[in-house]
C-alpha cells in the first residue's frame, strides 16, 4: 500500500501528525531528525521542508525538537498546517513521498533536550488510594492542602529516557518497620506510574507568573509517561523533603509528542470543584482544562489497567499557573507529568501500589502473579483521544522493560 | 599597582584561581568568556591561551564552562597547572597581561549551564533545629532515616541565578493553623539558607554508581549558595512531596566557581559517625571528605551569622554516591547544595528561621528588627578556607536583593 494510504480510521493519520526525533535505517544514531509520524510512517520533517522551499526547515532541519518548541504558538500552528497540506496534498505528496520511512525501520530518540522536569499529583482517586494504604488511620485520606493546590515536585530530568529504554532494577535502601536498621539491595517492590507528561515551548521571563489562559501559548503538547517508583526506597527516604532516588533513576515518556492543535476534540471540563479555588487556579471562566485521553496499561501484553485522564481533578493548566505563580520562570523543553492517572474503579487505577493494594492481592497475569514488577517484565502505556469526524487521536506508546543490574 | 602584584596575603592570589565567566566593558552582555579571579582582575582566560599557543583555548575560549566542566579531571589539573604559569612565570606575565580586566569593570554571569539541580539537608545542627522548630513533642529532632542516608530533593534548575541578580519576593498560598482557607499572596516569612554548591563535571552513565572513592573524578569545583525560601509557602504545600514553589524562585551561587585542587588544604574529616553507615556511605577508610570552609552570612552589610561547614554531618562525597546509587547518571552541569550549613550555636546558624527560631527572637539590625528578610534587604554570604603556606582561598561571594514584585 502506499504510505500516504493510511487506512480509514488509523489513530495516526493526517488528522494528528505528532512529532518525534529519529535515525533512518542504517545511519549512526547521532544523525538525529525531526520526524512526524503518519500511520506506520515516519516523514523526515525537515528535508521534505527544503525540498518544498518552506520557511519551516529553520526549525524542521534539526537534530531535536527544541527549535520548534522555541517557535512559539503561532509557528506551532503554521507548521501544522503546512505538514499537513504536504501528506494530504497530491502534488506536495509527490515532493516528499521520498522522505517517508517506514517506522519499523528507524530508531527513535528522546524527541527534545528536557530542562526542568516536574511531577504532580492530581488524581483524586489515586491520592485517596495512597492515602488510605499508608495513612489508613487518618480522618481524611486526602492531606489538608490537596484541594486548594496541585501538588508537586521537581524530579530528574537528567534520567528521562525515551520509549523502549531498558530500565535497570535501582538499588537502594530500605526498612521495614520491624527491621532495626535499613537494609541495602535491589528494589523489592518495583513499581510504574501512568501519566500524561506536558512539553513547555514558549519559556517565560524570572518574576512573572503565566495566567491559566495562557496555557496553550506556552505548551506545545503532550506525551504518555512512566514514573518507574521504587515503593520500598521511597518509602524509607520521603520524610520530610519527598520522593528522591525512589523515583530518580529512570522516567520513561513517549517517542511521540502530539500537539494540543491535534487534541481540540478532546477538551472536557473537569470534575467539579468541591473547594473554592483562588483567583489564579479558578478555571470556572475558562475554556474546558481536562482532556479526555483513554489510557492503557499493558504488563507483558496483558492489559492490567485503564485510567481515564479526562477525571484528573488538576488541569494542565492550573499545574502551569500554579508552578510559575511564585515567579518562576519556564524554559523551553520543561516537562511536567500529571501526576498517576487513576479512575474511581479498580480497573482503572494507574500503579500496581493501587493495583495490588500495596502487594496485598497480587494481579493474576497469564505468566504468574504480579505483586510488583519482576525482571524482564515489559510494561506498555498506551492511548487515544476523541477526535475530529469521529476519528480518534494515538498517543505514542510508552514502553519498557525491566531489567537487573549487571 | 600593576595587576599582577596580588597583596600579600590576597584570598584570590595564584594559589587560589576560580574560574568565571564575565562580559568586559562595554561590550554586550551575550558577549561571554571564561575568566579566572587573580586579586580584583579578570583573566580572559581563552584570549591568553590563543595568545600563548595552548591547547586548552579548546576548552577555555567558549561562553560558558559547561567545555572546561566535560573534559574531566586530567585537564582540570593540567589547565590549572598552565595558568599559575601564565600568572607567575615572567615571560607568561608579560604575554598574557592585556588580558586582565578589572574585576570592578566587568559583567558576571551565571558561569555554567545547570543541568540538574539537588539540595542536600546535611547539617545535623541544621536539622535538629528545624525538628524542634516545627516538632516540639517528636521524641527525637531527627525523623528517623536521618542518619542513615543523605536526605535531599530536587530543585529548580532553571531558576539558578548568578551572584548580583535581584530576587522578586514570590507570591503563593500560605495558610496559618488558625486560617479556615488558605490566603494568597506575597510572602511574608522569606528565608535565606547559606550553603555550598558542588560542580559535576565528568558524566556517568545511567545504571552505574559512582563509588565514594571516584568523587574528585567527577566533581569539579564549588561554589557558595543562597537557597531562597519562603516559609510560609514551604509549611502549606510541602507535605506529602516535599518543597517546591517555597523554593523555586531563585537560588543565587557565587561567581566565581574554586576548583577542588584549590582546597585541599581545606580537607578535614567529618565529625564523628554516631550510626553505622551502609557500605556504599562508609567513608571511614577514605581521604577526608568535609571541607573547612568558614562562612559569614550579612544583611545589609551587618554579620548575622558564621557558619563553619567543617561539621556537616554528610560530606560531598557521600551526597554523590548517595544520589547515583540507584543508578541514576551525572551530567555535565549538575548542581547539588550542601543543605544548610549550621553549626552547634546561635551565631553560627545558616537561616533565619533558625536564627530568629521562627521569629520569635527577631535579630537587632543597625537598622531596626528582622524576623525574615524585608524588600530592600540585600544578603550577601563570604567564605575563606585554609591554603597552602597560611593562605586564606577566598569562595566568591553570593549576594541578592529582595525587591518587590512590581
Not at 517492590?189 to 495566567?211: C, H, K
Not at 501484553?301 to 492550573?318: C, D, I, K, L, R
Request: one cysteine or more; charged letters at 20%.
Amino acid at each position: 500500500m502506499p504510505p500516504f494510504d493510511v487506512p480509514e480510521g488509523d489513530p495516526f493519520g493526517p488528522h494528528n501528525l505528532p512529532y518525534g526525533v529519529f535515525s533512518p535505517a542504517g545511519s549512526d544514531s547521532a544523525e538525529r531528525r525531526v520526524g512526524v509520524r503518519l500511520g506506520d510512517h515516519v516523514l523526515d520533517a525537515g528535508a521534505a521542508a527544503r525540498a518544498l522551499g518552506s520557511p519551516y526547515a529553520s526549525v524542521l532541519a534539526r537534530p531535536t525538537l527544541n527549535p520548534l518548541l522555541a517557535a512559539g504558538r503561532t509557528v506551532w500552528s503554521d507548521v501544522r498546517r503546512a505538514l499537513t497540506g504536504w501528506v494530504t496534498v497530491p502534488a506536495h505528496r509527490q515532493v516528499v513521498e521520498p522522505f517517508l520511512h517506514p517506522l519499523s525501520s528507524v530508531t527513535m530518540h528522546l524527541p527534545f533536550e528536557v530542562a526542568d522536569y516536574v511531577d504532580f499529583y492530581a488524581s483524586e482517586n489515586h491520592a485517596r488510594n495512597v492515602g488510605q494504604i499508608f495513612r489508613p488511620d487518618a480522618a481524611d485520606s486526602l492531606t489538608p492542602n490537596w484541594k486548594h493546590l496541585p501538588i508537586g515536585y521537581h524530579g530528574r530530568s537528567g534520567t528521562v529516557v525515551v520509549s523502549g529504554t531498558d530500565v535497570v532494577r535501582p538499588s537502594g535502601q530500605r526498612k521495614a518497620p520491624t527491621d532495626e536498621a535499613p537494609v541495602f539491595g535491589p528494589s523489592v517492590r518495583l513499581d510504574i506510574e501512568a501519566e500524561v507528561g506536558f512539553v513547555v515551548g514558549t519559556p517565560s521571563e524570572l518574576g512573572r507568573p503565566v495566567a491559566l489562559g495562557d496555557f496553550q501559548e506556552h505548551v506545545f503538547g503532550l506525551c504518555l509517561l512512566n514514573d518507574w517508583s521504587a515503593r520500598d526506597i521511597q518509602a524509607w527516604e520521603y520524610v520530610p523533603l519527598g520522593p528522591f532516588l525512589g523515583k530518580s533513576f529512570a522516567t520513561s515518556v513517549s517517542a511521540w509528542i502530539t500537539p494540543l492543535d491535534a487534541l481540540d476534540d478532546a477538551r472536557v471540563a473537569p470534575p467539579a470543584r468541591t473547594h473554592a479555588l483562588l483567583p489564579y487556579l479558578d478555571d470556572s471562566g475558562e475554556e474546558p482544562g481536562g482532556y479526555d485521553l483513554r489510557i492503557s496499561v499493558a504488563i507483558n501484553g496483558h492489559v492490567v489497567s485503564e485510567p481515564p485522564f479526562s477525571g484528573m481533578y488538576w488541569t494542565a493548566a492550573q499545574q502551569l499557573a500554579h508552578m510559575t505563580v511564585n515567579g518562576a520562570s519556564l524554559r523551553t523543553g520543561d516537562l511536567y507529568g500529571s501526576g498517576t492517572v487513576s479512575g474511581p474503579t479498580e480497573r482503572e487505577r494507574g500503579s500496581l501500589l493501587e493495583l495490588t493494594w500495596n502487594g496485598r492481592d497480587p494481579l493474576e497475569l497469564p505468566d504468574g502473579k504480579r505483586a510488583f514488577l519482576e525482571d524482564g517484565d515489559v510494561v506498555t502505556m498506551t492511548a487515544w483521544a476523541p477526535g475530529p469526524n469521529g476519528l480518534r487521536v494515538g498517543l505514542g506508546e510508552v514502553t519498557g522493560r525491566v531489567v537487573p543490574r549487571d
